[in-house]
């Protein structure tokens, strides 16, 4: 693949990367400090924030979210603020991925058709300004859930117009053309799709029917279909045995595919049956990730140890529409 600038710039901005690495707090590994450190504890929920308004409002409308299903450690802070990320077509997931703790298995049932209309009523009675909407993997669907994906996008902008809807979607495996039309068709504002890890790990961690290079592929080619400008996103999780530099070819990747977002976040093993935790990530290299970040020219780099997909999703769509540039957790 073509990089961006000539082998002897490339070779000199690496050596100067790699010169500042190794001056800074660096990596703990597991093995020799197997309890979380100080740096990915995080509060409990707030008696006085929205945590609970939010959790009824959920229940109520019978809706998933992706904070519950993959244990995420920000949902005491992000359901406090009133946020949440909702998770579309059902909570089985077709894969299984090593590091996430979404179910896996076979759907039971087709898509909910009144779905996009309950999470419409839930986003508005939360008074979002922007809502962000992800899913299980479908493979038994035809469509694998591309259809459901436009119904809810434009259940949202019926209910909440003045609102900006960002989408983290599956890669729509051997119907990914037609899923793209679809999806773009209804006019989402942020357009994600995860590439996870590196390209090394990328076989072993997501398995046989997942591929980097379609990841890639991907993200590219929505920005060739949208018949509009639409902001992509993508994101890395750390700790899974990658290297530092590998992050950064990984990021450089992205960008030369038009990405436009990327984040950046330590790997908490679900459990025992997950993949092994290979260090805690220090949030010196974290910042320095940005730094990279930010030389490759993306709009906007959220790097932290807890920092996900969705986390603070409407500060980065800000941050990088208006030139705000790369922010580090």
Sequence with gaps: MRLQGSSRQRIARRSRSFRRLAVMETSLPVAERPRRPEWMKVRAPSADSRYFEVKGLLREGRLHTICEEARCPNIGECWGRGTATFQILGDVCTRACRY???????????????????????????????????????????????????????????????????????????????????????????????????????????????????????????????????????GIIVGLGETNEEVVETMRDLREHGVDVVTIGQYLRPSPKHAPIDRWVHPDEFRWFREQGEALGFGSVFSGPLVRSSYRADEQRHAAKTGRGAVAY
């Design 100 to 234: 996430c703790d979404v179910h896996s298995g076979r759907p039971d049932a087709p898509p909910d058709p009144l779905e996009p209309l309950r999470l419409a009523q839930a986003a508005a009675q939360m008074a979002l300004s922007h809502v962000v909407v992800t899913s299980v993997d479908r493979d038994d669907l035809p469509d694998r859930g591309a259809g459901h994906y436009a119904a809810t996008i434009r259940a949202l902008q019926r209910k909440l117009p003045d609102a900006s809807v960002e989408i983290l979607t599956p890669d729509f495996l051997g119907v990914e053309e037609e899923a793209l039309a679809t999806v773009l068709g209804a006019h989402p504002d942020v357009f994600g799709h995860n590439i996870e890890t590196v390209r090394r790990l990328h076989p072993r961690m997501r398995g046989a029917k997942a591929s980097y290079e379609t990841a890639l592929w991907l993200l590219r080619r929505v920005k060739e279909l949208a018949a509009y400008d639409v902001m992509t996103k993508s």
